[in-house]
């Protein structure tokens, strides 16, 4: 059984889609980054899978079981951090943990106080006097405690500094080294994602537009540059499927989704480089974007 | 170990291809001698800050091509006699010739001359060195 399904996922605003029949699935074990640009819907998205929002049409499936029916049920066994820390100001982070050990059957009291220790965020200071990275640490700390099948991090390092990004992803690390928790992210750094992500998925004007494994969306995707004197040469990429050519200075360039080296005209003096998932999410949501309505 | 690894988002091969040769390179020129531990799968997860599976598919395939050496309870190690790399050996030298011949015929060289050049850099490198280059 796959932790998260969802099936041809809507949701309208009035007149306007935010979310068109995506479909998508996270396999067990699997760390999967959902990317896309502000507005592409992935808070429509992220909502409906925990509960909050009833889609238009189509459903979510948390562990196996439809999340806006079941929620109280399911979410005991899904660890969510928030892209909004929230919580009662005037509410210290181990009183937070007492509050949530009675709402959780398997509660790790002693690993919260391990992590806040590693965070260096103490027990005892309210909330609502932390900083905004020091609060989401604490949501993470929550999160991981109740020993969830499934976490939902939605953009777990937005704001945050280079330092506390990186205790967050080693957080995770071992979680995921200990207990290989399902883990499902939204996220703007796309460095991070790059290195920890498995799977991913594009979301583009409320569509997916791309889903696969990191490993074959990397392999698949190039950046071919020429000489501007052989500007003829891009069009001999039509069947490495380009998704965006640009011009720079002395050169063309075109970003392809199908490289195979075999089919590349040697006399057009081609060069090759790889590309970041950040240069991929580029080249693929910059394409829709303009063939978009 | 893991300040002498690096993990390059622009090269096209996957990250635990990276790290499985980056290992295998360390293993090949001493820096990781015969009987070292090498870092946890988590460790070295955390040091580069990459998905522990990612780290742990890299050490399966060294362990299984007997660079590793996994010891129950104790850890991962360089195995006692790592294999003599030939396979990979020729591998690398059929690539690296021809990343040469490419930039040789790129740059409108003749044979004769791509050669020629060839010889000029070996001698340059092992002029006054011991002849001893074998491995």
């Known amino acids: 059984m796959n932790p998260i399904a969802l099936e041809g996922l809507t949701v309208r605003y009035g007149a306007r889609l935010a979310l068109d029949q995506v479909s998508l699935a996270v396999p067990e074990g699997a760390v999967y980054a959902l990317l896309g640009r502000n507005g592409a819907g992935k808070s429509s998205l992220v909502r409906c899978l925990l509960g909050e929002q009833k889609p238009t049409s189509g459903r979510a499936l948390l562990l196996g079981r439809d999340v806006w029916s079941e929620r109280a049920a399911i979410l005991s066994e899904v660890g969510v951090v928030p892209e909004e820390p929230d919580a009662p100001p005037s509410m210290t982070a181990r009183r937070l943990s007492r509050f949530c050990s009675r709402l959780y059957p398997r509660w790790d009291a002693a690993g919260i106080e391990a992590r806040l220790k590693r965070f260096g965020v103490s027990p005892d200071t309210p909330f609502g006097k932390l900083s905004k990275g020091q609060k989401g640490q604490v949501m993470l700390s929550l999160a991981l405690a109740g020993t969830p099948r499934l976490l939902v991090l939605d953009d777990p390092t937005l704001g945050l500094d280079a330092v506390a990004r990186k205790a967050v992803f080693e957080e995770l690390i071992g979680e995921l080294a200990d207990r290989g928790t399902t883990v499902f992210l939204t996220t703007h750094d796309l460095a991070g994602a790059e290195r920890i992500a498995d799977r991913v998925a594009v979301l583009s004007q409320g569509r997916v537009v791309l889903e696969e494994e990191m490993e074959t969306l990397k392999q698949r995707f190039r950046r071919i540059s020429f000489p501007n004197s052989r500007k003829e040469a891009v069009a001999r990429l039509e069947t490495l499927a380009p998704v965006a050519v640009a011009s720079r200075g002395w050169e063309v360039e075109a970003v392809v989704s199908r490289y195979d080296e075999e089919r590349l005209v040697r006399e057009d003096e081609p060069e090759v480089s790889a590309l970041t998932l950040e240069e991929i999410f580029i080249a693929v949501t910059g394409a829709a974007g303009e063939t978009g309505p | ?135």
């Open chain 2, 1 to 135: 170990m893991a300040p002498l690894l690096r993990i390059d988002s622009r090269d096209a091969r996957p990250i635990w291809r990276q790290i499985e040769e980056g290992v295998q390179h360390l293993v090949a020129r001493g820096a990781l001698p015969a009987g070292a531990v090498v870092p946890s799968v988590r460790d070295l997860a955390r040091d580069l800050q990459v998905n522990p599976a990612t780290v742990s598919k890299a050490y399966q395939r060294l362990t299984d091509a007997g660079v590793l050496t996994v010891r129950r309870g104790e850890g991962t190690f360089v195995a006692a006699a790592p294999p003599p790399p030939e396979a990979r050996r020729e591998d690398r030298l059929h690539d690296e010739a021809a990343r040469y011949a490419s930039v040789a015929i790129t740059l409108g060289a003749t044979r004769e001359e791509a050669l020629s050049t060839f010889e000029t850099a070996w001698r340059s490198l092992t002029d006054g060195a011991a002849e001893g280059e074998a491995g």
